[in-house]
């Protein structure tokens, strides 16, 4: 089972257990997320769709750390007129440890009538 979730503006492909690397949350370590905007849902070969959310539909789980990327530095220069920068930056980031995906009973009730 995997789900398509919206968070912190992209969307990210999720299955339980596995860990999520997200733009920064202001959530702190071992407090629980949950993900209400979700896209679509995979389940035994049944594929469930939004317009544009899933209704009912919810992804949790569990903030393991916040921390910061590698660093990504950023040349720039003109010729001819000794001119050079050197930029350096850090993205901050949350690991999440995908705990749960669920969805409602009215939201299957309605993919099944729709077949």
Sequence with gaps: MYAIIEACGRQY??????????EKLNT???????????ILVSE????????PYLTGAK???KVVSNGRGKKVLV?????????RKTRGHR??????????????AKAKAAVKSEE
Excluded: L, M, R, W
């Design 13 to 22: 492909k999720v299955q339980e257990g596995e860990t999520v690397f997200f």
């Design 44 to 51: 035994e070969g049944k594929v469930q769709v939004g317009n």
């Design 75 to 83: 040349f720039k220069y003109k010729p001819k007129k000794n001119e």
């Design 28 to 38: 702190e370590e071992g407090k629980k997320v949950s993900f209400d905007k979700v």
């Design 91 to 104: 993205q901050d980031y949350t690991k999440v440890e995908i705990t749960s995906i669920s969805v409602a």
């Design 59 to 61: 992804v949790e789980g």
